[in-house]
């Protein structure tokens, strides 16, 4: 039940052909505290610009707690002593964020195929299909991919068209290994920029000492440099090595 001796009055831009997102979560994060919103719509340019001369501000959302300016979205969520995210710290949320689901993929692909999710090839798939979904991060964006990319890869470095190739290698080396096909192709291209990465991360990280961001989700990640990027890496030349081994 909403307390109304708690008031906050949010003004936000509701226009034809936009509708600020910040300011629906500004209202909800209100109404999810137990305020009585009251909602003033700025339903024009005009109107908003007015508003924010009036009241000194550079920005739409605004939301005032019992008559007192908070200010935007994130001063609201520090007001309410919420965490507020910062876009350029660290973080290895990408990374869990695809290790998870293609686990998940994994176990489901292998109960639809073969009645159980616990498989041999479940283990194989997890792996293929991280390389995959790695990818296509990567892909996004190539030329910021290979800009971050620079930093730290041996062969890269070398040879700069190293860093655009090696989104496309690891694509087609994660779905033919999905698919169980052209081994001879999959397997030495996997084991080749599996072994030039983990031998460039751990340079860069326990040789060199570094401290920067890695690349392995795209040239836009905050993921650090280290465990994970030398995981990935690792990932990739253990599955070609069991494919040698298990399916000669």
Known sequence: MLD???????????????VCPFGLKTKDLLEREGFTVDDHWLTTREETDAFKAEHGVKTTPQTFINGELVGGYDDLRRHLGKEVNDPKATSYAPVVAVFAMTALIALATSYAAYGTPLTVRAGEWFIAFSMCVLAILKLQDVE??????????????????????????????????????????SIPLALFIGTVGAISVFKAVYVDRREIKCACVGGSGSVPLGFVSLTENLMMV????????AHH
């Open 238 to 245: 253990a599955m070609a090595v069991w494919m040698l081994v």
């Open 4 to 18: 109304t001796t708690r008031r906050a009055t949010v003004y936000r831009m509701v226009m034809e052909k936009h």
């Open 144 to 185: 910021s991919f290979s800009s971050m990319f620079l930093g730290y890869d041996l062969l890269a470095r070398r040879w700069v068209r190293y860093a655009y190739a090696y989104p496309f290698c690891e694509a087609l080396a994660g779905i033919l290994m999905v698919a169980g096909a052209l081994r001879w192709l």
